[in-house]
DNA sequence: TTGAAAGCGCTAACAC
DNA sequence: GTGTTAGCGCTTTCAA
């Protein structure tokens, strides 16, 4: 029914080995052979049969990406930076979700090595000890993509997270503010507790401000939580003057928190976010935003798979992207 | 290197069809039998090989997903849709995206159709004859999702884009505007043209207001396009002053053209969307919309396309979701 | 430059 | 209940 290379072979009449030679690029083939094959190929509509490939090559041009949420953004254009590269060097991927659950995680790895992908690319916002010890017994590479691995044991791509957000923190010191609130996401994820809290309390210690547990407040990273950070920190007896969000909704939500209490941004409130994403020029101040590269991250990530799993040599195991902040209008 | 079921059968003392029958859950296996050849794959760690499972029983368990875009957060949404329902029917994604054209889309198809996916869940905006015959050739089934074939051929999943359309333009009809624009994305895009379009045509010929050609803009579906549209349309002699965005971008671009320009938003200018994306909430006023629900559409035709591969019988190919309007700020 | 043949690791009759 | 065996469609030595 399907047609197999043995059929092509049968009505080219020439072994097997020789239209596996001509499928795969193989030059040693005489060209006048090789244009009978292709006719027949053409002929006879002949694919071949990639599973049959992978078995036989123990290769499947395939890798694996785990991510938390494909319906967020800044996941999404991570893993369409990671898609763009692998396509570039003629790899698929086979792309699932784990809402950032360990079981999920653990078990898609399992999943994905039982199918004989050639490496990952994972996103993971907590590499707990369990994932840990399940990378490292992976007989494939793995990449980390904007995620970090305080054990320094696996190939990775990020920014400076800490830097990125001390300098976020500094640009609001600058302008005058002595109540700087950090409106964080999760404070589970190792990039919001580990580097941008730290950052966050270090430039205000360092400024000699006060550092009030009161104006750090974590929730998710979503625009109602944004709204809900104004409404709790507002209703401080001191409040804060200028804030930095852990993300573009999260800052959009304070935006028009203060907004619709009749603060005015940035003159009266000043926001910064951490994102940049395309919401980012659809507000209103728009936002400054320390520049979280995704889609950079996740194609450098891919391209840092495809030598692993080439066997070139790495200078570099841990790569970090230069950062740099968007100045829009929400800062002055 | 690797353990194979040999090896574990080997351990067991029991044939690989043994160990092949507990793999897979097989019951004629005695319970003493199956308890010693689970302990040797415990501590073998065995890990049953998906290729070679794949090339002897002619089934892969992953579907192929070819869509325009997974950056764009309509079709990210499907995509969590597809892939939440694939994951509950274990399977597992092979993702793509053909930045909708139609060569990316041939190529696609048959890069996946080489890697043996069971089936194929395919977005996109143009069914072109080409794409359709490729389509037809598929040895495995298609489901196309949020994407329209004229043909009906194919089982599909959608909502009806010219009700939802109709009922749009009329609420602004209703609100008393006679003068009212229908700001597009791409016209090539069939559910633009056809759907979206005509509707808008038809709606405003009803209410025998007069069809302005110059009311009817398209671009792509983008925040600037949005902010351009408001430009050129408010620059008429005879400005609009109600607006059928085809996106939530659109809208908001629109939405804001207006605001910087001074006008009042819903009280000067109305303005109703078709997306309803997580966007909508975050303008202020707050979009009015219709609900595109492509999670939704996305899960059901992931459903769907289980269905087909099972060989069970479907009542109906063409799947219409029931559509709604959100109300909220951006019409009065 | 080409062919023969031995797998790759598993499933699925079929036999016992 | 369990084992034997013949493939699945290809790659890859090894010879010629």
């Known amino acids: 029914m399907t047609v197999t290379i043995y059929d092509v072979a049968r009505e080219a ?6 239209v596996s030679r001509v499928v795969n690029g193989n030059q040693n083939v005489k060209p006048a052979t090789r244009k009978k094959v292709l006719e027949v190929i053409e002929r006879l ?22 991510i938390p949420d494909i319906s967020n953004n800044i996941y999404a254009e991570a893993a369409r930076g990671i898609e763009d590269i692998a396509t570039m060097y003629r790899y698929n991927i086979i792309l699932a979700n784990s809402d950032q659950n360990e079981e999920k995680e653990l078990t898609l790895l399992d999943t994905m090595l039982g199918k004989q992908v050639d490496g990952i690319v994972m996103m993971s916002d907590a590499v707990t000890p369990k994932l840990h010890q399940s990378m490292e017994h992976s007989p494939v590479p793995i990449v980390l993509a904007g995620s970090v691995d305080e054990s320094n044991q696996f190939a990775s791509v990020n920014i ?40 966050y309390k270090k430039a205000i210690i360092d400024a000699n401000l006060e550092l009030d547990e ?28 200028a804030f930095f969000a852990g993300s573009d909704e999260l800052a959009i939500g304070l935006i028009h928190g203060a907004q619709d209490s009749g603060r ?43 030598k692993i799993m080439n066997k070139e040599t790495i200078d570099n195991q841990s790569v970090i992207i230069p950062h740099r902040i968007e100045k829009r209008k929400s800062v002055k």
Chains 1, 2 share one sequence.
């Open 214 to 241: 009161n104006l750090i407040v974590s929730d998710d990273d979503t625009y109602d939580s944004g709204i809900e950070a104004w409404e709790t920190l507002s209703a401080l007896d001191n409040p804060p003057t």
């Open 264 to 306: 005015k941004v940035p003159d009266e409130i000043e926001v910064i976010s951490f994102e940049n994403s395309k919401l980012a020029r659809m507000v209103r101040p728009q936002l400054t935003s320390v520049v979280f590269p995704l889609y950079d991250i996740g194609a450098v990530a891919m391209r840092l798979l495809t």
């Open 45 to 66: 509509e002949y694919r071949p049969n990639a599973v049959a490939r992978g078995l036989a090559s123990k290769k499947t041009t395939t890798v694996g990406v785990i």
């Open 13 to 18: 009449n020439v072994s097997m080995a020789t």
């Open 160 to 199: 400076d997270y800490f830097q990125a957000s001390y300098e976020a923190v500094q640009m609001l010191i600058e302008n005058g503010h002595k109540r700087i609130a950090f409106v964080s996401g999760p404070l589970q994820y190792t990039i919001n507790s580990k580097f941008k809290l730290e950052a």
